[in-house]
């Protein structure tokens, strides 16, 4: 299934950054993306690197299996598990759309210190306070068993520690810093990533 799995690819990137980024500039005047900033070495920057090469690692699954470079995992070639990677797919692509017009013109990719955007607590925001974070996640985890090899598996364990890191050291004191009070207080009542788990003590 590389091939279906490089077309979810496409559109998923077409809607979450191609899509919502014009949207973005035709609100603002600016795109949204802030790029890897942060002096090398840096959380921020590490944080940045390891999201671009598992956004790298997620192209190259399905390619260097369809090319014949990389052997699928038999366990996992079987309709069911395709089946799931469909439904994770879809439902990742719905649910970063969601949230990313949830966010309004507070959306961003990365952080800029001299900024000052709203503090965004309704819809997906009211579940969990990464839904964008959450639903990339369901999405690659789709793709990845869409191709299920090693490549494909590293990229999910590279994802999750771009956004540990990208979140925890990043973005949480960020957001500490700029709405305080406000935000501990939605973080208390509010998981990270899932509901109810990874809650900050108000």
Not at 26 to 48: H, L, P, V
Not at 148 to 176: D, F, K, S
Not at 186 to 199: N, V
């Amino acid at each position: 299934m590389p091939r279906l799995a490089l077309a979810v690819l496409i559109v998923y990137f077409a809607l979450a950054f191609g899509l919502r980024s014009l949207i973005h500039w035709r609100r603002t005047g600016t795109s949204g993306f802030k790029g890897i900033s942060g002096a090398a070495g840096s959380a921020e920057w590490i944080g940045g690197v390891l999201f671009v090469m598992a956004l790298v690692c997620t192209v190259a699954a399905p390619l260097g299996q369809l090319y014949g470079l990389l052997a699928p995992w038999p366990a996992l070639g079987n309709s069911a598990v395709r089946a799931a990677g469909m439904a994770l797919s879809a439902a990742g692509i719905a649910s970063t759309l969601w949230a990313q017009l949830a966010m309004g013109e507070s959306w961003r990719v990365g952080v800029d210190e001299s900024e000052r955007t709203a503090l965004v607590a309704n819809g997906p925001f009211g579940l969990v306070r990464n839904p964008i974070y959450t639903s990339m996640l369901l999405g690659m985890g789709g793709v990845a068993l869409l191709t299920p090899n090693w490549m494909a598996a590293a990229a999910i364990a590279t994802l999750i520690a771009a956004l540990e890191l990208q979140v925890r050291r990043v973005e949480e004191p960020y957001l500490l810093r700029v709405h305080a009070a406000s935000y501990r207080a939605y973080a208390a009542r509010t998981g990270r990533f899932l509901p109810g788990i990874g809650r900050i003590a108000a």
